[in-house]
Every structure is written in structure tokens, then in C-alpha cells.
């Protein structure tokens, strides 16, 4: 794409000293005016040397050797101020029919000259007109660009970046991850590449295809990674930038955006956001938004118009696709639906590997590892972690990233920048200390959960005052009862802890006790895993995949009898796990206070430092076991 040119001072101020540098080359050299009798004793004192007759000026050189002859004192003085050698001068013309006869006479050659009559009007009206008509379009554009606005005459006009195929400069082997959705882009790859090859059997490529998936999973990179592969011309744009506030706008957009791309096809569209321009029709009750409808059904039309033997294809992003129009997902429109999804662990290694290939990394740096640490995380939150890795390694001035490096990335990320000015006072200190120990020996205890791979009570973010992470051995996809209420239980530790402890409880089990309630709801009202309510989905799962909840609440489509079941179910089940949370840490009383008393002295435990506190409690058993047999 070309430079935009940016406008600067210093261009005129570059411009002005040029011309201040070449002004005696560029400047015509000075002419005087002579009064018509000055002219005629000049020439009778033969210092005219020739002239040049118009119909009302007389144009000549006057030699300036003995100035002084018959001039008046005041025409004199202003010539003998120049230097010696001929000077053009001028003078206006007057009736004087003697005229040719003294030429002749003082034997001075003379010749006419036809004078121009528009040629002044022309310089005195059309060039300042110019001029002004020029400074005013610059004026206009600047404004308008610092505005955000093109000019009058590009509202219609389509704003979509093009990308050439050297421009674009992606390709598969950028985009890991995404294998499955990497295979469903092959065919529209072979396509473009070579029709007549893929339309033999009289198969046509689908007209457009939809990437869906949460964000950050990579659907504009894919999309950019099919133009660069198939090396076509990629035109890209932003569902929001078809609105404006002129009503029409958006579809004489989107019919420009067309008509350009036919014209350099073969090409791929993009339009990134589709949502924003997709939403379904009839959304707004309350009216005002034509505008938008307007542009929707423009791109209907365009794509049931365009044919994609000519080889053009749409491709469009969103992350919402439960509120397109149904019109625009039916076949023959967006054929094809390929999802983009969160990467598994497998998936993330491959990523890790793209952007590990950036930073200088030390050996120990496994991305087995850190992709164990990151589970949910997109193909943008991996790349950012290893910026934020490379960040940390930079501030303590290492000579490469190292794997804790990682590690504090991942924190930073998850919970938050570490707040070591928020001071706390030493009960609460213990509390906090009580409470994360109790998180961690609870997941230590029961089977089947992720394993902890470090604790602190150092505070992070907005309102942590602790945290323990724990670090799943594989990535899970289905998750029985029992495993449910582990996680439960293990969620419920810190709290079961406190009340052990302290006899109390505090407000530092407000996180957890949310994420409980809402498991536990979750296995009553969408999984059928209470006996008493049956198999029955009260709730059923919503498509959305932003973790979000909903701005409109559904109504319930049960009765009271059966919401009063549904909360005793939930609060025993919440109950149970906290009663299982409590009895492992009443068995292992003596390892809390010593996981608690290690943490307050070291702030920070890593899984050595656990693994080591488990070994040494298991010996403190063994021995206490021995004790009471001898006694």
C-alpha cells in the first residue's frame, strides 16, 4: 500500500529558502521606465542600441556608456546608479509618426512586437482563482481527515484497505492451531488458485464462509492467511464502517466495495465484526435504525448477484453468530460455517512455537510446559504472554527468557500486577495464609484434580489478597459428578480452612463461593445431576462464547414448586462439598499449620516446596503412628 504523505511546515520552509537561493537565476533582471522623452533623447544621443515596437509599449536596451546627454537630472541619476553595459527599459508608446524616421536615422534596429491581450486577464483572474480554489481543497481534506471523514465526494465511497498478494504477506505456516479450520480453507485456496481444476465435476466453491469463534482465536489472521496463500488480491474491512450517518451511506458502500473487487478478480472480501452490520432485522422494536437494515439488505442482494466462477469470495469474522439475520446464514449466501476455536493443548504448543521463534528463550524453556499453565487461553492471550514474558526477563536484565519468566507472565495475566505496598496486617496475613493452604491441600488430597503448581500470599490485582494456581495435567472436555464436586470441595478449602482455624468466616471466599454456586446450579438446572429433579435441562445452554451474561434474562419455564427444589438441591450440594472440603483438612490439621507457617516465612510455595511439605507430613504421620503403638 503506498506511504500516506503527511503534510509539514518544513516543506515550505525548505521551499522558501530555494527560492531565496536561486532568486538571482529565477528573478528577470531589473527593467526601468522611461518617461517617452527621456526615450527620444536617448536615442538622439545614440545610446539606444535596439527596440522593439508594440502597439502601446516600446521595449529596448540603453547602453549606459556617457549617460547623461540630454536626459532629465532625475533619469540620469537613477542610470548612472547601475553598472556600465547595455539595460532594458520600457516605455509607453505615444502618436508620434516621426518615430520610424529617427530609428532610421540613428541607424537603430527595430522590429514589432504583437502585445497579448487575454494573457494579463488570465493572470489577473484565473490564477488567483486557482490558487484559492487549491488552498481550499487542502484545507478541506486536512479537516476532514482529522475528523475522521473523507470528503463530499467519498461518502459512497467503500473504505475497505486492500491488501495485494506482497502485501499481505501471511500464510498457513503463520496460523497454528487452527488445523481443522486450516483444512476447511483449502478448498477456496484451490479454487482461486485454479478454477477450472475444481468446477470440472460442476461443483462451484461455497459463495462465503463464516469463521466463528471467541476472540482472539485468530479469524482475521486466518482470513489474511488465505489471501497470502492463494496470492489474491484481499480486501478488508470492519462491519462497522458501512454506517454512517447519512441514510444510504452503508449500501453505496457496500455496492462500491463489490464493484471494486470484480474488477481485480480473482479476490477475497473480508469483513471483519459481521455483527455489526448482520444483526437480525426486526431487532430494534422501537425504530431508527433503517439505516442499518438498508446496508443489510444490500449485502443480500450483492451476494445472491455476484458469481463465484469469476472468482470472488466472501469471508467474514464474528463471535456472535446467534444474532445474525437467518437470511444471510442460509445456503447460497454463507454456505460454509468453520469454527475457530480455543486451541487444545496440542494447539497451543504450536502457537507457543510461532512465537517463541521472536525471543531469545533458555534451553529449559519448554512450551509442553507453558502450555500446561495456559489452559484457555487464544492464540492472541499466548501471544501476549510471551511478550509479557519477554518484558519480565527484560526488566531484571537477563541474556534470554527463562521458564519462571513464564510463569510470572502467566500470574500477571491471570491475577493480576503484584501489589507488595498493600501492606496487611499480621491476622489478616494468616488468614490469607490459612486460606490458600487449605486450596491447596484439599486439591492435594482428592483425585482426579489439576495439580497445584504454586501458591502465594503475596496481594494482586484489584482485590486478591492471595492465590493458588493449579496446573491440569490434560485438557478436559467432559466432567463426571464426582469431578464436579472436587472441584467443589477444593474451591470450598480455603473457606473450610478459616472456619477450622479461626472459628470464623471472612469476606475472602466471595470469588469462590460464586464460582460454586454457579457449578452447582449448572449440574442442577442444565446437567440432570440431581436424583430427586431428574433428567431434566431447566436451563439450556446459551451459544454465546463470551463468558458474559446476558443482558436480556429468559423467563423461567418452570414452576415454584420446582425452583424451591432446585435451590434446596443447589445449597446441598454446595453443603456436601464443604463438609468433604472440612473433613480432609480435620485429618491433616498438623500439615495445614505447617503449609500455613512455611507460606507466611517464604510468601511464595512452587509445587518442590508442596511436594516436600507432603513427604514431610507423610514421615510426621508415619512417626506419630509408631509413637501411639509402642504406647
Known amino acids: 500500500?503506498?506511504?500516506?504523505?503527511?503534510?509539514?511546515?518544513?516543506?515550505?520552509?525548505?521551499?522558501?529558502?530555494?527560492?531565496?537561493?536561486?532568486?538571482?537565476?529565477?528573478?528577470?533582471?531589473?527593467?526601468?521606465?522611461?518617461?517617452?522623452?527621456?526615450?527620444?533623447?536617448?536615442?538622439?544621443?545614440?545610446?539606444?542600441?535596439?527596440?522593439?515596437?508594440?502597439?502601446?509599449?516600446?521595449?529596448?536596451?540603453?547602453?549606459?556608456?556617457?549617460?547623461?546627454?540630454?536626459?532629465?537630472?532625475?533619469?540620469?541619476?537613477?542610470?548612472?546608479?547601475?553598472?556600465?553595459?547595455?539595460?532594458?527599459?520600457?516605455?509607453?508608446?505615444?502618436?508620434?509618426?516621426?518615430?520610424?524616421?529617427?530609428?532610421?536615422?540613428?541607424?537603430?534596429?527595430?522590429?514589432?512586437?504583437?502585445?497579448?491581450?487575454?494573457?494579463?486577464?488570465?493572470?489577473?483572474?484565473?490564477?488567483?482563482?486557482?490558487?484559492?480554489?487549491?488552498?481550499?481543497?487542502?484545507?478541506?481534506?486536512?479537516?476532514?481527515?482529522?475528523?475522521?471523514?473523507?470528503?463530499?465526494?467519498?461518502?459512497?465511497?467503500?473504505?475497505?484497505?486492500?491488501y495485494m498478494e506482497t502485501d499481505t504477506k501471511v500464510t498457513f505456516d503463520d496460523v497454528a492451531g487452527v488445523d481443522e479450520a486450516k483444512e476447511e480453507l483449502q478448498e477456496v485456496i484451490g479454487f482461486l488458485k485454479d478454477p477450472e481444476r475444481y468446477g470440472r465435476l460442476g461443483g462451484r466453491v461455497p459463495k462465503g464462509v463464516l469463521l466463528v469463534g471467541p476472540p482472539g482465536t485468530g479469524k482475521t489472521l486466518l482470513a489474511r492467511a488465505v489471501a497470502g496463500q492463494a496470492g489474491v488480491p484481499f480486501f478488508s474491512i470492519n462491519g462497522s464502517e458501512f454506517v454512517e450517518m447519512f441514510v444510504g451511506v452503508g449500501a453505496a458502500r457496500v455496492r462500491d466495495l463489490f464493484e471494486q473487487a470484480r474488477q481485480k478478480a480473482p479476490a477475497i472480501i473480508f469483513i471483519d465484526e459481521l455483527d455489526a452490520l448482520g444483526r437480525a432485522r426486526g431487532a430494534y422494536p422501537m425504530g431508527g435504525h433503517d439505516e442499518k437494515e438498508q446496508t443489510l439488505n444490500q449485502l443480500l442482494s450483492e451476494m445472491d448477484g455476484f458469481d463465484t466462477s469469476a472468482g470472488l469470495v466472501l469471508l467474514a469474522a464474528t463471535n456472535r453468530p446467534e444474532i445474525l439475520d437467518p437470511a444471510l446464514l442460509r445456503a447460497g449466501r454463507f454456505d460454509r460455517q468453520v469454527l475457530v476455536d480455543r486451541p487444545d493443548r496440542k494447539g497451543r504448543v504450536q502457537i507457543l512455537g510461532v512465537h517463541l521463534k521472536k525471543v531469545q528463550r533458555t534451553p529449559d524453556v519448554d512450551p509442553e510446559k507453558i502450555a500446561a499453565l495456559t489452559p484457555g487461553f487464544s492464540g492472541a492471550d499466548l501471544a501476549n504472554l510471551v511478550n509479557e514474558a519477554a518484558l519480565v526477563a527484560t526488566r531484571r536484565s537477563a541474556e534470554g527468557v527463562e521458564l519462571e519468566d513464564f510463569t510470572a507472565a502467566v500470574e500477571r495475566i491471570v491475577a493480576g500486577l503484584e501489589k507488595r505496598n498493600r501492606l496487611?496486617?499480621?491476622?489478616?496475613?494468616?488468614?490469607?495464609?490459612?486460606?490458600?493452604?487449605?486450596?491447596?491441600?484439599?486439591?492435594?488430597?482428592?483425585?482426579?484434580?489439576?495439580?497445584?503448581?504454586?501458591?502465594?500470599?503475596?496481594?494482586?490485582?484489584?482485590?486478591?489478597?492471595?492465590?493458588?494456581?493449579?496446573?491440569?495435567?490434560?485438557?478436559?472436555?467432559?466432567?463426571?459428578?464426582?469431578?464436579?464436586?472436587?472441584?467443589?470441595?477444593?474451591?470450598?478449602?480455603?473457606?473450610?480452612?478459616?472456619?477450622?482455624?479461626?472459628?470464623?468466616?471472612?469476606?475472602?471466599?466471595?470469588?469462590?463461593?460464586?464460582?460454586?454456586?454457579?457449578?452447582?446450579?449448572?449440574?442442577?438446572?442444565?446437567?440432570?445431576?440431581?436424583?430427586?429433579?431428574?433428567?431434566?435441562?431447566?436451563?439450556?445452554?446459551?451459544?454465546?462464547?463470551?463468558?458474559?451474561?446476558?443482558?436480556?434474562?429468559?423467563?423461567?419455564?418452570?414452576?415454584?414448586?420446582?425452583?424451591?427444589?432446585?435451590?434446596?438441591?443447589?445449597?446441598?450440594?454446595?453443603?456436601?462439598?464443604?463438609?468433604?472440603?472440612?473433613?480432609?483438612?480435620?485429618?491433616?490439621?498438623?500439615?495445614?499449620?505447617?503449609?500455613?507457617?512455611?507460606?507466611?516465612?517464604?510468601?511464595?510455595?512452587?509445587?518442590d516446596d508442596l511436594r516436600e511439605l507432603s513427604r514431610t507430613s507423610a514421615l510426621a504421620t508415619q512417626d506419630e503412628a509408631v509413637v501411639a503403638e509402642r504406647t
Not at 556617457?66 to 520600457?90: D, I, Q, Y
Not at 518615430?99 to 493572470?123: H, T
Not at 454465546?544 to 423467563?555: H, I, Q, V, Y
Request: aromatic letters at 8%.
Open 1 to 162: 500500500m503506498e506511504k500516506k504523505q503527511q503534510f509539514s511546515i518544513w516543506y515550505f520552509l525548505a521551499a522558501f529558502l530555494l527560492i531565496v537561493a536561486l532568486q538571482d537565476y529565477l528573478a528577470p533582471p531589473h527593467v526601468d521606465n522611461l518617461p517617452y522623452s527621456d526615450f527620444k533623447a536617448s536615442l538622439r544621443a545614440g545610446k539606444i542600441t535596439e527596440v522593439a515596437l508594440g502597439e502601446a509599449v516600446i521595449t529596448g536596451t540603453l547602453s549606459n556608456d556617457g549617460v547623461g546627454n540630454g536626459l532629465s537630472p532625475k533619469t540620469t541619476e537613477r542610470l548612472a546608479a547601475l553598472s556600465k553595459g547595455p539595460h532594458p527599459f520600457t516605455a509607453v508608446r505615444v502618436d508620434d509618426p516621426a518615430l520610424v524616421a529617427d530609428l532610421e536615422a540613428a541607424n537603430v534596429p527595430f522590429a514589432g512586437r504583437v502585445e497579448s491581450k487575454w494573457l494579463p486577464a488570465l493572470l489577473s483572474w484565473v490564477v488567483p482563482a486557482l490558487v484559492f480554489f487549491a488552498l481550499w481543497s487542502f484545507l478541506i481534506k486536512r479537516m476532514a481527515g482529522s475528523q475522521g471523514m473523507g470528503g463530499f465526494m467519498s461518502v459512497g465511497k467503500s473504505k475497505a484497505k486492500v
Open 424 to 607: 496487611l496486617n499480621p491476622l489478616e496475613r494468616k488468614v490469607v495464609a490459612f486460606h490458600e493452604m487449605g486450596h491447596a491441600l484439599v486439591a492435594m488430597s482428592l483425585p482426579g484434580v489439576d495439580t497445584v503448581h504454586k501458591i502465594s500470599i503475596i496481594p494482586r490485582g484489584i482485590g486478591a489478597l492471595g492465590y493458588t494456581i493449579q496446573r491440569p495435567t490434560e485438557d478436559r472436555f467432559l466432567m463426571t459428578r464426582e469431578e464436579l464436586q472436587n472441584k467443589m470441595a477444593v474451591l470450598l478449602g480455603g473457606r473450610a480452612a478459616e472456619h477450622l482455624v479461626f472459628g470464623h468466616l471472612s469476606t475472602g471466599a466471595a470469588d469462590d463461593l460464586a464460582k460454586v454456586t454457579d457449578i452447582a446450579r449448572s449440574m442442577v438446572m442444565r446437567y440432570g445431576m440431581d436424583e430427586k429433579l431428574g433428567h431434566v435441562a431447566y436451563e439450556p445452554e446459551s451459544p454465546r462464547f463470551l463468558n458474559m451474561p446476558e443482558t436480556m434474562p429468559r423467563g423461567r419455564n418452570f414452576s415454584e414448586e420446582v425452583a424451591r427444589k432446585i435451590d434446596r438441591a443447589v445449597r446441598e450440594i454446595v453443603d456436601e462439598a464443604f463438609v468433604q472440603a472440612r473433613h480432609i483438612l480435620d485429618e491433616g490439621r498438623a500439615t495445614l499449620d505447617r503449609g500455613a507457617a512455611l507460606l507466611l516465612q517464604k510468601e511464595t510455595l512452587n509445587e
